[in-house]
């Protein structure tokens, strides 16, 4: 199952907005495919999160410009081994305090790393 949550940092409530059965034998479609579908079904919806928060399974380019297409920004976890910056491995980066610009791909600029392997845009 791939679930689509809204989440109320003040009352800290989370409230299920949509979710899939996830069964590529019978509809052929990837999670990946799922989480892009969704997250389109939210924006028409008029959903408008201060931010889209997903674990580094869903850390895809694809995904992030997705995400970036709607107007919105990202927070994830990338693998330590996530080609960041022109080739360079995500654990092989001197990440600063302040954090660093990063490049997910070699053409898009997509967020900054901070400390602590949290990445956003």
Not at 2 to 20: A, F, G, K, M, Q
Not at 74 to 103: A, F
Request: charge should be positive.
């Amino acid at each position: 199952m791939v679930n689509l949550l809204w989440h109320d940092l003040t009352s800290v409530e989370s409230i299920p907005i949509d979710y899939r059965i996830y069964d590529k034998d019978s509809d052929g479609k990837t999670k990946n495919t799922h989480f892009s579908e969704m997250l389109a079904l939210a924006k028409k919806r008029g959903i408008m999160p201060e931010a889209v928060v997903m674990d580094a399974w869903y850390s895809s380019l694809d995904n992030l410009k997705s995400i970036r297409s709607h107007g919105w920004v990202w927070v994830t976890t990338l693998r330590k081994n996530r080609i960041v910056n022109h080739n360079k491995q995500l654990n092989k980066l001197d990440i600063s305090e302040e954090g660093t610009p990063t490049r997910v791909s070699h053409k898009t600029n997509l967020g900054t790393l901070i400390k602590h392997g949290c990445a956003q845009q």
